[in-house]
Nanobody, 124 residues
Framework: QVQLVESGGGLVQAGGSLRLSCAASGRTFSMNAMGWFRQAPGKEREFVAA????????YYADSVKGRFIISKYNAKNTVFLQMNSLKPEDTAVYYCAGRRGVTSLVTARSYDYWGQGTQVTVSS
């Protein structure tokens, strides 16, 4: 099993920045990619960004491209999401996820492990 723990959420004004962290523990070698998803009240969980663990290839939702950056620190099995130029519409609970298989990185059902989520609130 793999455990994922997010941190770094909070309240920020529009235009500000936050950095989310996700620390993985357990059988982390079973994962080949990690991603970030978010869910706003009354909405479905949506893809934000993902990174391939071996190739370092990154993927972003159009809504965050150019503003968010996903990165990883292999030695600590940690993934980061640097969020810049935040907008009120970025307000959501952000979830870290880990994938074992080879199905689409942008689809939530492709991921096998999930963190508990961290709240990000952007005020206007």
């Amino acid at each position: 099993q793999v455990q994922l723990v997010e941190s770094g959420g909070g309240l920020v004004q529009a235009g500000g920045s936050l950095r989310l962290s996700c620390a993985a523990s357990g059988r982390t070698f079973s994962m080949n990619a990690m991603g970030w998803f978010r869910q706003a009240p009354g909405k479905e969980r949506e893809f934000v960004a993902a990174i391939n663990w071996s190739s370092d290839s990154t993927y972003y939702a159009d809504s965050v491209k150019g503003r968010f950056i996903i990165s990883k620190y292999n030695a600590k099995n940690t993934v980061f999401l640097q969020m810049n130029s935040l907008k009120p519409e970025d307000t959501a609970v952000y979830y870290c996820a880990g994938r074992r298989g080879v199905t689409s990185l942008v689809t939530a059902r492709s991921y096998d492990y999930w963190g508990q989520g961290t709240q990000v609130t952007v005020s206007s």
